[in-house]
Nanobody, 123 residues
Framework: VQLQASGGGLVQTGGSLRLSCAASRRTFRNNAMGWFRRAPGKEREFVSGISWNGGNTDYVDSVKGRFTISRDNARDTVYLQMNSLKPDDTAVYYC?????????????????WGQGTQVTVSS
């Protein structure tokens, strides 16, 4: 099972990026998906989650109104559209597949993890 995250890069404050996470070798169409991030010197934290059918989404307060999570089950891909980026958003972003249909903020509820993609926001 593989989750391939992509779309990271270097962007200026106020800029946008769209992260993608594609699944291979199995489908996660019946599973929640999530995005987490680890900033330098900090622990990995929940960013956003989406239910199996996209009907429920969840965001950490610091990204509400700026980030949008979505999924395309036909492509086994989940996205994170990030707008109005701030230097505090600088981190390695990880996608993960949940054990259940509905998302959780608990990392223990996610069973497969992507390799991470670096997002750097310059001031």
């Amino acid at each position: 099972v593989q989750l391939q995250a992509s779309g990271g890069g270097l962007v200026q404050t106020g800029g946008s990026l769209r992260l993608s996470c594609a699944a291979s070798r199995r489908t996660f169409r019946n599973n929640a998906m999530g995005w987490f991030r680890r900033a330098p010197g900090k622990e990995r934290e929940f960013v956003s989650g989406i239910s199996w059918n996209g009907g429920n989404t969840d965001y950490v307060d610091s990204v509400k109104g700026r980030f949008t999570i979505s999924r395309d089950n036909a492509r086994d891909t989940v996205y994170l559209q990030m707008n109005s980026l701030k230097p505090d958003d600088t981190a390695v972003y990880y996608c993960a597949a949940g054990r259940k249909a509905y998302s959780s903020r608990n990392q223990a509820d996610f069973m497969y993890w992507g390799q991470g993609t670096q997002v750097t926001v310059s001031s």
